[in-house]
């Protein structure tokens, strides 16, 4: 069990159109999430929501993808339709929004790279940060790795988070991964609210 309280922060990374069925980069049953964040989101009082938001000449574009590093279809374009938060997602007026992926000679993965959040989030006292959200194995586990490297304690929703899962077995041993660096693996299940929260 996780006592959720106020020095505890929900990350919930990537949930737009494009890694969605239907879009560019489309998770399989990655919509299955939505009513799984939304359920435990008011559990936190600081909440952080990421996007990709990548400029038309981004560098991880290929003409013909590979669904690889650097080798991915044009996704999560600035202004389109893809780069939107998916509609059922809530998203509260208080809530920060962190930008990735805009500088278009750099991949980034990670919601902590070229961002003011680790910062922020000391300057909240957040000691815990709760990840939900896309991709398991790319920006969740990136995440993560850097989240535990700025300090945090790091503990990941697996019932809230959906991978690629490209090649085969990458889920896996992303989840592995993050155990072997002390990423906490856990469901929303497991979570309470402090009773002096």
Known sequence: MAT?????????????????????????????????INRISGFFTTRVFTRDWHPSNHVSFSRNPQFLDQSWPPHCIQNTWGAQFHPDLTIGREDRIVTIGDNPLEENYSSF??????????????????????ATDYCVLTSAMDGRQAGFDVLVLEDAVAGVDVPPGSVARALQTMRDRGVHILSTGDLVLSKTY
Not at 4 to 16: G, P, W
Not at 113 to 134: K, P, S, V, W
């Open 4 to 36: 959720i309280d106020r020095h505890d922060a929900l990350l919930v990374i990537d949930v737009q159109n494009d890694f969605l069925p239907g879009g560019a980069l489309g998770v399989r049953n990655g919509d299955r999430i939505i009513p799984v």
């Open 113 to 134: 790279h070229n961002t003011d959040l680790a910062a922020e989030l000391r300057h909240q006292n957040i000691r815990r940060i709760f990840i939900a959200g896309l």
